[in-house]
Every structure is written in structure tokens, then in C-alpha cells.
């Protein structure tokens, strides 16, 4: 029992983590404008890609949560996510960054991860609360 209370807080933590690794574009992108010399377009579709990744992974991620289990899925998450961000650090050009963008997307998937595995881990009389709690990790763009 004490395992499930400590992992409420760990998972909200890291989908705080994962939500601002989904969002790193977003104020780096006028910066990235003017190193590269991006058009608004340009600019717009490098902070779209990411967030669209994310949308749309959210419903296979969700399902293999219930198969694998959140514990594993979130795991491989964070760590998969060490790669792009990586990548992204060392990227040279517009096409290495879109390029990592697109993966650092997979961020935007731990909401589904997170409501999942707190939905799975919470009795059900507790499990409005819990994943009030765990929704706080959206704080994550903000950071």
C-alpha cells in the first residue's frame, strides 16, 4: 500500500518532466528563427510537430499502459526521451531539429501513460483525487 501513495507523487513528478520536454520548443523557437533564419512558417511547424506527435501517440501509449504496465511504459519513456533531447542539443540545422522535434514529441504521450496507470493503481472511490493530483503535472509547459 505504502508503494502506491509514493507512486502517485513520482508519477506526477515525471509527467511534470515529460510535459516540459513536450514543450521545449515553444520559447526556444525565436531563437532558433533567428539562428537559422526561419520564416514564421518555419517556425510554426517546428513548435507544431512535437505537439502533434504527442496528440496522436496518446491512444497506442494508453493501450499498451494496460498491456505492458505504466511502471515499465513510463520507464522506457523517460528514458527514450534522453535521446531526442540529446539530439536536439547538438542539432546543427532546421532539418536536425525537426528531425529531433518529432521524437521529442513522444513527451506529450505520458498523459496517457500517467491517467492510465493512476486510473489502474487508485481504488475507485479514491481515484477522482488521485488523478486531480496527478493532472498537476500539466504544470509541466509552464516550467
Known sequence: MNKQKALLPITTFAMMFSFAVWAVFSPLASTFQQMYGLTS??????????VLLGS?????LGIWTDRIGGRRL????????????????????????????????MAGTSFAISVTF?????????????????AMGNIGTAV
Not at 512558417?41 to 512535437?50: E, F, G, H, R
Open 41 to 50: 512558417t518555419q517556425k510554426s511547424i517546428l513548435v507544431a510537430i512535437p
Open 74 to 105: 513510463f520507464s522506457l519513456l523517460l528514458l527514450f526521451l534522453v535521446i531526442p533531447l540529446v539530439g536536439a542539443g547538438f542539432a546543427d540545422s532546421y532539418a536536425m531539429l525537426l528531425f529531433w522535434a518529432f521524437f521529442i514529441g
Open 118 to 134: 493512476v486510473s489502474r493503481l487508485t481504488p475507485p472511490e479514491k481515484q477522482g483525487t488521485a488523478l486531480g493530483i496527478n
Open 56 to 60: 496522436i501517440m496518446r491512444v497506442p
